[in-house]
DNA sequence: TCTGACCTGCGA
DNA sequence: TCGCAGGTCAGA
């Protein structure tokens, strides 16, 4: 659900609003969502402090107070809202960000899944691998991350100790426009399909943040609007439609767990 | 390396 | 009423 491009989105739509304004209050309604501390010391640590950069890192976003950062994981469900008069479900509502021109922002997250952290200086989230947009990550890096291990080739991008950032929607999109087949081995791609994955990969992402992101279920955008990119999905969720590029009937099958979308004709 | 639990809304 | 959706992590 939110994956890279839609946490980047939030953070280009989230920025404006609260940079450089100053916290008046911070309520937390479900205290399981901070993993280190509780609502009191999260609204006291936060309070009275401006936020003056909100950065991202895979689908992790650091709100950047100075001498203070908390981090937001969206979880499943996550999204952030600048008028609570646009949620769907406002009694999933947990978090009141309220500043000192009376604006606000609100953190809804219906199932729960979201994590939040506070920390004294800018955090290193441990096991976090290379953010292809945030970060620089070369073909031979990336072939040689690829090369390292023998998983599964849908379960390599959405494995976050690998490439920050990417899930299912866009793990299956990228394999279907590189045309490889979702049951190939890593360690077993020849050079031209892994310069195709790193290619499509990239392209995927950047499309998808150009689009405003992904809206299939939960996700919207702050302003309550939809993504768009879920207009030009070529497989996920369209098991049984024709393929794009050949008319063949797009497969579902689980694999790790989780549906997976492909064209048996085009992906070997 | 793989599986299931967490969680709740939604659609069949 | 029940199964599915999926990001992460603990446990097998």
Redesign the pocket.
């Known amino acids: 659900?939110p994956?890279l491009p839609e946490v980047e989105t939030v953070r280009q739509q989230l920025l404006p609003l609260v940079k450089d304004r100053r916290i008046t209050d911070v309520t937390v309604r479900a205290a399981?969502l901070l993993q280190n501390c509780d609502p009191e010391i999260f609204r006291g640590i936060l309070s009275g402090r401006s936020i003056t950069n909100i950065d991202r890192r895979?689908?992790y976003l650091i709100f950047d107070c100075g001498d203070a950062f908390a981090i937001f994981?969206l979880?499943?469900s996550g999204i952030f809202l600048n008028d609570r008069s646009r949620s769907?479900?406002p009694?999933?509502i947990h978090v009141d960000i309220e500043f000192d021109d009376h604006s606000a922002i609100y953190f809804q997250d219906?199932?729960?899944?979201g994590k939040i952290w506070l920390h004294d200086a800018y955090p290193q989230i441990p096991g976090l691998g290379i953010d292809p947009i945030a970060e620089t990550i070369s073909q031979a890096k990336f072939a040689e991350l690829l090369a390292s291990?023998?998983?599964?080739i849908k379960?390599f991008p959405?494995d976050?100790g690998y490439i920050a950032g990417i899930?299912?929607?866009y793990a299956s999109e990228m394999l279907f426009t590189a045309r490889i087949s979702p049951y190939r081995k890593t360690d077993q791609l020849s050079p031209a399909e892994v310069a195709a994955l790193y290619r499509e990969m990239h392209a995927i992402l950047q499309s998808a943040i150009e689009n405003y992101g992904t809206t299939y279920s939960a996700y919207q955008t702050v302003d309550g609007a939809s993504g768009d990119n879920q207009n030009f999905l070529k497989v996920y969720q369209l098991e049984g439609q024709p393929c794009s590029n050949c008319g063949s009937p797009i497969i579902k099958t689980i694999l790790?767990?989780?549906?997976t979308f492909y064209c048996e004709e085009c992906q070997a």
Request: glycine share 14%; hydrophobic share 25%; no cysteine.
């Open positions: 659900m994956e399981k895979g689908k994981h979880g499943m769907r479900h009694q999933h219906v199932r729960k899944f291990t023998s998983k599964n379960l959405m976050q899930g299912n929607i790790g767990s989780r549906s």
